[in-house]
């Protein structure tokens, strides 16, 4: 690809429109993800006899394995998200792009 072509892509709205979703999406799940890590490392840091507490009578499972599994899981479960939004929406916005830019390009 030349780079006029890259510039046709570059000035596309829809290159515009991809990268502002993309990257408020990016930033949003970021900043989930990162207040509840950080969240939990307070929560360990302040106050780490209330993780330290078993889940039920008896158990020797504790509230902190059963938060850090949780975050575990949905830590993938956002990463899925993730994968299955640019697998779909970004990256069919981005073969528009590239479809309009070869079209222009002829």
Do not use: C, H
């Not at 970004?90 to 222009?104: G, S």
């Amino acid at each position: 690809m030349s780079s006029a072509m890259y510039e046709r892509m570059r000035v596309n709205p829809k290159f515009q429109e991809l990268v502002a979703k993309r990257g408020r999406f990016a930033w949003t799940l970021a900043f989930i993800v990162l207040s509840m890590f950080y969240g939990f490392v307070m929560v360990v840091a302040f106050n780490p006899t209330a993780l330290g507490q078993p889940v039920s009578e008896g158990s020797f499972v504790t509230v902190g394995v059963v938060v850090e599994l949780f975050m575990f899981i949905f830590f993938w479960s956002l990463t899925a998200v993730y994968v299955r939004r640019a697998n779909t929406e970004f990256d069919a916005l981005t073969q528009e792009i590239v479809k309009e830019a070869w079209k222009e390009n002829k």
